[in-house]
């Protein structure tokens, strides 16, 4: 748990999505992973990560997006859990990590594709977000705090920084407890400052 600069405390939760194509409007999310950025607050009893993988609730699917993520909307909608559920276990999870008086709030890297599915899907299927309607994007941040241009953002250069061994997976558990990594190197950086 951290603190924004006299503000209320926040819970930061890396947050990486798989999806079948480009938009959460003609495509599904696949697969959700979540984890504290940092250790879980004492006092609270609950896991520190989050996996889900979902059942289609659309068919469209974009090859490319298929092939990265490794899934088939058939095999899903064999093993998945419904979107419903799945979100409603996510959300739960959140409230869990989160200790009172605290609010969630997403890092991602690149944050604006991933936020736009997990908005969307909890508003369809929960109604609210957890997650508030405010995410950190953790190539911006890096980019502020280093002065670095918006072409030298991508995850392989900002690792490198960092000498971080970072291969992106493409699985959503994996890929968020790497941005988190990112998130805190970057973080300590601008402490160091």
């Known amino acids: 748990m951290t603190t924004d600069s006299g503000a209320s405390p926040v819970t930061l939760i890396s947050l990486d999505i798989e999806a079948a194509g480009p938009s959460p409007s003609?495509?599904?999310?696949?697969?959700?992973?979540?984890?504290?950025?940092?250790?879980?607050?004492?006092?609270?009893?609950?896991?520190?990560?989050?996996?889900?993988?979902?059942?289609?609730?659309?068919d469209g699917e974009h090859e490319t997006a298929m092939t990265v993520g490794g899934f088939t909307l058939a095999g899903l909608r064999e093993s998945g859990t419904p979107a419903a559920h799945a979100m409603t276990e996510f959300a739960a999870w959140v409230e869990s990590v989160t200790p009172a008086g605290s609010r969630a709030v997403m890092v991602g890297f690149n944050a604006p594709f991933d936020w736009m599915f997990v908005a969307d899907y909890c508003h369809r299927y929960l109604g609210t977000n957890p997650l508030g309607h405010s995410a950190i994007d953790v190539k911006a941040f890096y980019a502020g705090v280093t002065g670095e241009p918006w072409p030298r953002t991508s995850m392989p250069q900002?690792?490198?920084?960092?000498?971080?061994?970072?291969?992106?997976?493409?699985?959503?558990?994996?890929?968020?407890?790497?941005?988190?990594?990112?998130?805190?190197?970057?973080?300590a950086e601008r402490e160091a400052q």
């Not at 990560?49 to 289609?56: A, D, G, R, S, T």
């Not at 920084?161 to 805190?184: E, G, P, V």
């Open 26 to 58: 003609g495509y599904a999310m696949l697969s959700l992973g979540a984890c504290l950025v940092d250790p879980i607050a004492p006092g609270l009893e609950a896991p520190a990560e989050f996996y889900v993988e979902l059942q289609p609730d659309r």
């Open 158 to 187: 900002v690792a490198e920084r960092y000498a971080l061994d970072i291969t992106l997976t493409h699985n959503a558990l994996d890929d968020a407890r790497d941005q988190a990594a990112l998130f805190r190197a970057v973080r």
